[in-house]
């Protein structure tokens, strides 16, 4: 295979995976800010939003002020933001494109009619009442192509790019999400059983999918230790950073294997991997969340340059 | 003019053998019906992406050739004799190339005035002595064919250097089995289906010799914003080839390699969809950043095959076209059985005074020109652009030719408000290694514009699935 073609893989599954967290973050902040509350303003719920995404400097640049309106164009449809989820359709579509020989058939023409609907839709007929209805398109759309790929590809380097990508995109994702969104919900969280703060928990799994689960694995209320482990070390849980480096790891050796060649960045996940397998919830508090949570985002972010550099992604 | 021969129904009378099945089936459905399933094929298409870019247009992105749902049909005792005459017609042609190329005896014979070869930018010096495996310069040649009767297929022209089309050929089948299940179970259509496996063959069998290995073939485009590149990237995915682009290619120890995922690897077959002027900066265009530096030199050595050659475009060139019949009979000793359409080179003073006598009912082209452009119509066209093309002419005669204008067949058509017939084409496809491929069908294009003959996708052209009948 291309090492350009490897690249364009992994990056096409990366805008897929982005464009439905997008999708899930705006629509946790989009129930949140419906809310009726009192004292503190939608403002934070924004910024939290957008600084999960990791857009809060390019909005503040365009816009200035947080306002619902702004933030849901800017997520959506703004092409000067590139993880809006217009920018990650049109990206995905054109990686497709560019690598339509590795693509199958269905996943080629998931992408294709995503791209093509969502082009169609224009901005100022978006109202409140229809973005819902919008960002489950959205989710729709990924799963569909996540789906004709799961279904149709070959079990070779092809299929192994595009799982690294997803799940390299999916571990930043929830880690960020830990990092803005629990962050800032901890100190309230003496006031344990208030109906406000179960919704903010309740919001936070949602933004993970993962508000029923819960109940499922703990049978228990909403408790912020639990959650963190949820999302962190639960092998159970498909967007905890532990299922993610599960699949990483293990697409990472499928490839070690196709290619008959170990790189670092099979040493690299391996070890993280380790350190999810061994973590304990009451010692990753202890010595910080925070720390051990940006921790993270930098080993993730040096195996993708790892991996990127093993495979040729661009010589 | 006389009423133009149709596919259907002749000058007139009763249908055609290979028609009636459809005409029968024809005759009981809706217009509705029809168009809805015009409509159900225009949303097939752009799922799957099958788009062009046309130069030149503004808002031009990505378009769809429109497809018109009614077949062109041809009988097998047709396409039999279509088939021997672009057998012979290929292999004088790469006879030609490997002449031109080594001793020149069609220019000693003094069949082919020598500077029509030596001063035609067609021609590559450069290869000049070089061998290709098999002898073989234009492996995949589309030959355009146009019906004024019963009996009367001329060929308008050859495609030997990057022939494009063949996607909408498989495609349009496709789609057409996809809509119309029950047409195919009344019909007994050859498939062409196994084209990519028959092109892959071809590549295999031109490999350089001495390969230790299966030779690794690679199909090199200009990439994504290139007219053909949904093309490039069909035919790459249906052969299960890598589908390069030149910045994907380095050449290094005086062999072709590509840059994988598991470091550098050889390439030993390259089906290259750029033109010879972007083929390699180092002998070609200097500016070119479609190329490979290098990689003229790896062909000349005998360790890449290029395919198709470089230099084979000389074979295509509109002034050489007319001496299409004479170079057939150098080389094969017999008479074409497909013939030209008659050819005035403006070049020729006698031609040139016919072809300003007579500009109003003519069809003038460029010698170089291609897709429709730069062209006269004659009986289409005003006084003044009449007038207008006349000073062109003048001013550079041995830039055209002329050909009268033919009375192309038509064949049924779905337009606006009714099933019409329109003017149409031929291009088969052919390939050529170790031995002669050609595919039972081609690409029909349509002209969707009343009574116009310009067939090109990018002046308002269509296609139609082309059906060979079994015996």
Redesign the interface.
Known sequence: MLGRTANDLYWLSRYIERAENIARLLEVGYRIVLLPREGESFHEEWRSTLESAGCMQGYMQRHGELISQNVIDYMLFDTSNPSSIASCLANARRNGRAQRTALTREMWESLNSAWLEFSAIRPVTVTSNSLPELLDWVRSRSALYRGALLNTILRNDTYYFSQVGTFIERADSTARILDVKYYHLLPSSEMVGSEKDNYQWAALLRSVSAHRSYRWVFKDHYRPLKIADFMILNRQMPRSLRSCYDELTAALRDLAVFYGARHDCQMTAEATRDLLLEADMSNIFQSGLHEFVQDFIGRNNKLGNEISAAYHFSD | MVAAFDEMNGFGGEVRAPYRALAEWLGVQHLDTLRQKSAEAEVLF????ITFAVYGAEEAGERLIPFDILPRIISAEEWRRLELGIEQRVRSLNAFLYDIYHRQEILKAGKIPEELITQNSAFLPEMIGVDPPRGVYSHIIGVDLVRTGENDFMVLEDNTRTPSGVSYMLENRETMMHLFPDLFSRNRVRPVENYPDALLKTLESVAPGNLDAEPTIALLTPG?YNSA??EH??L??QMGV????S??LVVIDGLLR??????LKRVDVLYRRVDDDFLDPLVFDPTSLLGVPGIFDVYRSGRVTIVNAPGAGIADDKAIYSYIPAIIEFYTGKSPILANVETYNCREPASLKYVLEHLAELVVKEVHGSGGYGMLVGPKSTKDQIEAFRAKLIANPTNYIAQPTLSLSTCPTLADSSVAPRHLDLRPFVLIGDQVRLMPGGLTRVALKKGSLVVNSSQGGGTKDTWVLQE
């Open positions: 752009r799922r799957s992406g994504v590149y949904f990237s069909f790459a995915d890598e589908l390069v682009e910045t994907d590509m840059k994988t995922t598991e470091g």
